[in-house]
Protein backbone atom coordinates (compact mmCIF):
# COMPACT_ATOMS: atom_id res chain seq x y z
CA UNK A 1 0.00 0.00 0.00
CA UNK A 2 1.57 3.33 -0.96
CA UNK A 3 1.81 6.18 2.00
CA UNK A 4 3.00 9.47 2.15
CA UNK A 5 4.58 10.83 5.21
CA UNK A 6 2.61 7.95 7.22
CA UNK A 7 -1.03 8.64 6.00
CA UNK A 8 -2.50 5.90 2.85
CA UNK A 9 -3.63 6.92 -0.37
CA UNK A 10 -6.77 6.63 0.82
CA UNK A 11 -7.13 8.72 3.45
CA UNK A 12 -4.95 11.44 1.44
CA UNK A 13 -7.48 11.53 -1.14
CA UNK A 14 -10.06 11.69 1.28
CA UNK A 15 -8.80 14.92 3.07
CA UNK A 16 -7.42 16.49 -0.39
CA UNK A 17 -11.56 15.88 -1.69
CA UNK A 18 -12.89 17.97 1.80
CA UNK A 19 -10.22 20.57 1.14
CA UNK A 20 -11.40 20.93 -2.26
CA UNK A 21 -14.99 21.00 -0.55
CA UNK A 22 -13.87 23.78 1.70
CA UNK A 23 -12.59 25.99 -1.13
CA UNK A 24 -15.88 25.61 -3.24
CA UNK A 25 -18.25 26.50 -1.19
CA UNK A 26 -16.31 29.07 1.14
CA UNK A 27 -15.93 29.05 4.81
CA UNK A 28 -18.47 27.68 7.55
CA UNK A 29 -20.09 30.41 9.21
CA UNK A 30 -21.92 29.86 12.71
CA UNK A 31 -25.27 31.75 12.62
CA UNK A 32 -27.10 32.35 15.91
CA UNK A 33 -30.90 31.65 13.96
CA UNK A 34 -32.03 29.06 16.82
CA UNK A 35 -28.78 26.74 17.02
CA UNK A 36 -25.58 26.94 19.19
CA UNK A 37 -24.46 30.16 16.99
CA UNK A 38 -23.25 32.91 18.60
CA UNK A 39 -22.71 36.72 18.37
CA UNK A 40 -20.81 38.96 20.19
CA UNK A 41 -22.00 41.92 22.24
CA UNK A 42 -19.20 44.91 22.11
CA UNK A 43 -16.67 42.31 22.29
CA UNK A 44 -17.22 41.17 25.77
CA UNK A 45 -19.26 38.12 25.70
CA UNK A 46 -21.09 36.23 23.33
CA UNK A 47 -25.19 36.47 22.62
CA UNK A 48 -26.44 33.08 22.34
CA UNK A 49 -29.65 32.48 20.25
CA UNK A 50 -31.45 29.60 22.26
CA UNK A 51 -30.54 31.64 25.49
CA UNK A 52 -33.94 33.93 24.52
CA UNK A 53 -37.40 32.84 25.16
CA UNK A 54 -40.52 33.97 28.09
CA UNK A 55 -39.00 34.30 31.55
CA UNK A 56 -41.27 31.84 33.19
CA UNK A 57 -40.79 33.76 36.42
CA UNK A 58 -42.21 36.81 34.93
CA UNK A 59 -45.46 35.50 33.06
CA UNK A 60 -48.83 35.96 34.67
CA UNK A 61 -51.94 34.38 32.89
CA UNK A 62 -51.58 33.08 29.87
CA UNK A 63 -50.23 35.67 27.37
CA UNK A 64 -48.62 35.05 23.83
CA UNK A 65 -44.96 35.64 23.44
CA UNK A 66 -43.92 34.22 20.20
CA UNK A 67 -41.30 34.22 17.13
CA UNK A 68 -43.49 34.45 14.42
CA UNK A 69 -43.27 35.71 10.54
CA UNK A 70 -44.89 39.24 9.72
CA UNK A 71 -46.77 40.94 10.21
CA UNK A 72 -47.18 42.45 6.96
CA UNK A 73 -49.17 45.39 6.49
CA UNK A 74 -52.08 46.24 7.47
CA UNK A 75 -54.13 45.74 4.25
CA UNK A 76 -53.33 48.38 1.50
CA UNK A 77 -50.07 49.59 3.31
CA UNK A 78 -47.08 49.36 0.82
CA UNK A 79 -42.92 50.21 1.56
CA UNK A 80 -41.01 49.74 4.14
CA UNK A 81 -43.63 49.96 6.93
CA UNK A 82 -45.19 47.20 5.72
CA UNK A 83 -42.83 44.67 6.68
CA UNK A 84 -40.88 43.65 9.71
CA UNK A 85 -37.22 45.88 9.88
CA UNK A 86 -34.96 42.75 9.95
CA UNK A 87 -35.61 39.77 7.86
CA UNK A 88 -38.90 38.24 7.72
CA UNK A 89 -40.11 37.99 11.30
CA UNK A 90 -40.72 39.85 14.58
CA UNK A 91 -41.99 38.30 18.27
CA UNK A 92 -45.70 38.65 18.53
CA UNK A 93 -47.23 39.72 21.85
CA UNK A 94 -50.76 39.31 23.00
CA UNK A 95 -51.54 40.08 26.47
CA UNK A 96 -55.36 39.88 27.93
CA UNK A 97 -56.62 42.97 30.18
CA UNK A 98 -59.50 40.77 32.40
CA UNK A 99 -58.41 36.86 32.22
CA UNK A 100 -56.80 36.19 35.94
CA UNK A 101 -57.88 35.98 39.39
CA UNK A 102 -55.67 37.87 40.65
CA UNK A 103 -55.27 41.75 41.17
CA UNK A 104 -55.36 43.15 39.05
CA UNK A 105 -56.59 40.52 36.79
CA UNK A 106 -54.40 41.66 33.61
CA UNK A 107 -51.72 39.25 32.20
CA UNK A 108 -48.10 40.07 32.04
CA UNK A 109 -45.19 38.43 29.82
CA UNK A 110 -41.40 38.99 29.07
CA UNK A 111 -39.25 37.61 26.14
CA UNK A 112 -35.86 37.99 26.86
CA UNK A 113 -32.63 36.67 27.97
CA UNK A 114 -31.82 35.65 31.49
CA UNK A 115 -27.93 34.67 30.72
CA UNK A 116 -26.02 36.80 28.64
CA UNK A 117 -26.61 40.42 30.33
CA UNK A 118 -26.37 38.88 33.29
CA UNK A 119 -23.46 41.05 35.32
CA UNK A 120 -23.25 43.90 32.68
CA UNK A 121 -23.25 47.15 34.12
CA UNK A 122 -26.41 49.56 34.08
CA UNK A 123 -23.76 52.18 33.48
CA UNK A 124 -22.62 50.77 30.43
CA UNK A 125 -26.39 51.09 28.33
CA UNK A 126 -25.75 53.34 26.06
CA UNK A 127 -28.40 52.54 23.27
CA UNK A 128 -31.78 50.93 23.75
CA UNK A 129 -34.94 50.56 21.71
CA UNK A 130 -37.09 48.56 19.55
CA UNK A 131 -39.59 48.82 16.46
CA UNK A 132 -43.06 48.54 17.26
CA UNK A 133 -46.29 47.34 15.00
CA UNK A 134 -49.14 49.12 17.30
CA UNK A 135 -52.58 49.05 15.81
CA UNK A 136 -55.34 51.29 16.21
CA UNK A 137 -57.41 48.61 18.28
CA UNK A 138 -54.45 48.81 20.93
CA UNK A 139 -55.05 52.39 21.33
CA UNK A 140 -58.55 52.07 21.45
CA UNK A 141 -58.13 49.25 24.40
CA UNK A 142 -55.72 51.39 26.44
CA UNK A 143 -55.09 54.82 24.76
CA UNK A 144 -51.84 56.09 22.50
CA UNK A 145 -49.77 54.79 25.34
CA UNK A 146 -50.67 51.44 25.05
CA UNK A 147 -47.21 49.80 24.24
CA UNK A 148 -45.05 46.69 25.17
CA UNK A 149 -41.69 47.91 27.35
CA UNK A 150 -37.97 47.19 28.02
CA UNK A 151 -37.33 46.09 31.26
CA UNK A 152 -33.70 44.92 32.44
CA UNK A 153 -33.84 43.46 36.34
CA UNK A 154 -31.29 44.67 37.42
CA UNK A 155 -28.92 44.61 41.39
CA UNK A 156 -28.89 48.38 42.18
CA UNK A 157 -25.69 47.41 44.65
CA UNK A 158 -26.32 50.99 46.19
CA UNK A 159 -24.21 52.00 49.51
CA UNK A 160 -27.54 53.34 51.16
CA UNK A 161 -29.20 49.94 50.80
CA UNK A 162 -26.57 46.72 50.49
CA UNK A 163 -28.93 44.31 50.97
CA UNK A 164 -31.40 45.60 48.23
CA UNK A 165 -30.30 43.09 45.11
CA UNK A 166 -33.23 43.30 43.19
CA UNK A 167 -35.24 45.92 41.30
CA UNK A 168 -36.68 46.05 37.82
CA UNK A 169 -35.32 48.99 35.24
CA UNK A 170 -38.52 49.96 32.75
CA UNK A 171 -38.59 51.89 30.01
CA UNK A 172 -42.12 53.22 28.79
CA UNK A 173 -42.24 54.25 25.44
CA UNK A 174 -44.48 57.19 24.32
CA UNK A 175 -47.23 56.63 21.75
CA UNK A 176 -45.75 55.02 18.45
CA UNK A 177 -45.90 57.49 16.04
CA UNK A 178 -47.52 55.22 13.48
CA UNK A 179 -50.35 52.46 13.48
CA UNK A 180 -51.48 49.44 11.39
CA UNK A 181 -48.05 49.34 10.30
CA UNK A 182 -44.27 49.04 11.61
CA UNK A 183 -42.51 52.17 13.04
CA UNK A 184 -39.18 53.09 12.59
CA UNK A 185 -36.69 52.87 15.45
CA UNK A 186 -37.95 54.09 18.75
CA UNK A 187 -35.19 55.37 20.77
CA UNK A 188 -35.12 54.87 24.35
CA UNK A 189 -32.43 57.22 25.40
CA UNK A 190 -34.35 60.29 24.10
CA UNK A 191 -37.95 59.54 23.77
CA UNK A 192 -40.28 57.91 27.05
CA UNK A 193 -39.72 57.18 30.62
CA UNK A 194 -37.78 55.11 32.64
CA UNK A 195 -38.82 53.94 36.35
CA UNK A 196 -37.16 51.69 38.96
CA UNK A 197 -39.46 49.40 41.01
CA UNK A 198 -38.94 48.99 44.45
CA UNK A 199 -37.69 51.95 46.69
CA UNK A 200 -34.29 51.87 45.65
CA UNK A 201 -34.40 55.16 43.69
CA UNK A 202 -37.30 57.33 45.26
CA UNK A 203 -36.46 60.34 42.42
CA UNK A 204 -36.69 57.48 39.34
CA UNK A 205 -39.73 55.95 40.05
CA UNK A 206 -43.71 55.35 38.61
CA UNK A 207 -44.45 58.76 39.97
CA UNK A 208 -41.25 60.71 39.40
CA UNK A 209 -39.86 59.58 35.60
CA UNK A 210 -36.72 59.74 34.26
CA UNK A 211 -34.52 59.85 31.80
CA UNK A 212 -32.21 56.78 31.57
CA UNK A 213 -29.40 59.37 31.82
CA UNK A 214 -31.17 60.43 35.33
CA UNK A 215 -31.63 56.86 35.98
CA UNK A 216 -27.70 56.07 35.84
CA UNK A 217 -26.81 58.90 37.89
CA UNK A 218 -29.38 58.00 40.99
CA UNK A 219 -28.06 54.30 40.91
CA UNK A 220 -24.63 56.03 41.51
CA UNK A 221 -24.35 56.86 45.04
CA UNK A 222 -20.97 55.61 45.70
CA UNK A 223 -21.69 51.95 45.89
CA UNK A 224 -20.16 48.92 43.75
CA UNK A 225 -22.54 49.92 41.28
CA UNK A 226 -26.04 48.69 39.40
CA UNK A 227 -25.52 45.02 37.29
CA UNK A 228 -28.16 43.57 34.99
CA UNK A 229 -29.46 40.45 35.81
CA UNK A 230 -31.70 39.90 32.72
CA UNK A 231 -33.32 41.61 29.51
CA UNK A 232 -36.44 41.47 28.07
CA UNK A 233 -39.23 43.02 25.76
CA UNK A 234 -42.52 42.42 27.84
CA UNK A 235 -46.02 43.85 28.30
CA UNK A 236 -48.37 43.91 31.26
CA UNK A 237 -49.91 44.01 33.42
CA UNK A 238 -52.45 46.93 32.67
CA UNK A 239 -54.07 46.67 29.31
CA UNK A 240 -54.94 44.01 26.48
CA UNK A 241 -52.39 44.70 23.55
CA UNK A 242 -52.15 42.44 20.44
CA UNK A 243 -49.16 43.73 18.20
CA UNK A 244 -45.16 42.90 17.49
CA UNK A 245 -41.71 44.05 18.53
CA UNK A 246 -38.31 43.63 16.29
CA UNK A 247 -34.98 45.32 15.94
CA UNK A 248 -34.26 44.98 19.94
CA UNK A 249 -31.36 47.42 20.29
CA UNK A 250 -28.92 47.17 23.06
CA UNK A 251 -26.25 49.24 22.59
CA UNK A 252 -24.46 47.82 19.96
CA UNK A 253 -26.34 44.65 18.96
CA UNK A 254 -29.26 44.73 17.47
CA UNK A 255 -31.97 41.38 18.17
CA UNK A 256 -33.65 40.51 15.19
CA UNK A 257 -36.68 38.10 16.09
CA UNK A 258 -37.19 35.60 13.38
CA UNK A 259 -39.45 32.33 13.57
CA UNK A 260 -36.81 30.18 13.66
CA UNK A 261 -35.07 32.03 16.50
CA UNK A 262 -33.34 35.61 17.47
CA UNK A 263 -30.29 36.63 15.13
CA UNK A 264 -27.77 39.10 16.19
CA UNK A 265 -26.86 42.45 13.68
CA UNK A 266 -24.18 44.90 14.49
CA UNK A 267 -26.06 48.21 14.53
CA UNK A 268 -24.71 50.68 11.79
Sequence with gaps: MSTHFGVTRGRA?????????????????????????REGNDGNHARQAD???????????????????????????????????????????????????????SEKVDFGNEVDFFGDPVRGLRQVGFHVFQTGENVTY??????????????PNLATAPAD????????????PVTNRWSDFI???????????????????????????????????????????????????DHMWIGAVDGLRINRNVYDFEARGVRTHQAD
Design 13 to 37: LAVAALALIVSMTGPVVAVADGDDG
Design 165 to 176: NYSSLVWVPDAS
Design 51 to 105: HWGVIARNTIGSPVAELRNGPFGSFGVTGPSAAPPYGRGSLGIEVADNSTTLSPP
Design 187 to 237: DATSSGYWYLTGNEAPACNQAARCTLQEMQAALNDGGAGATILTAAVGKGR
Design 142 to 155: GGAENMPNIRFEID
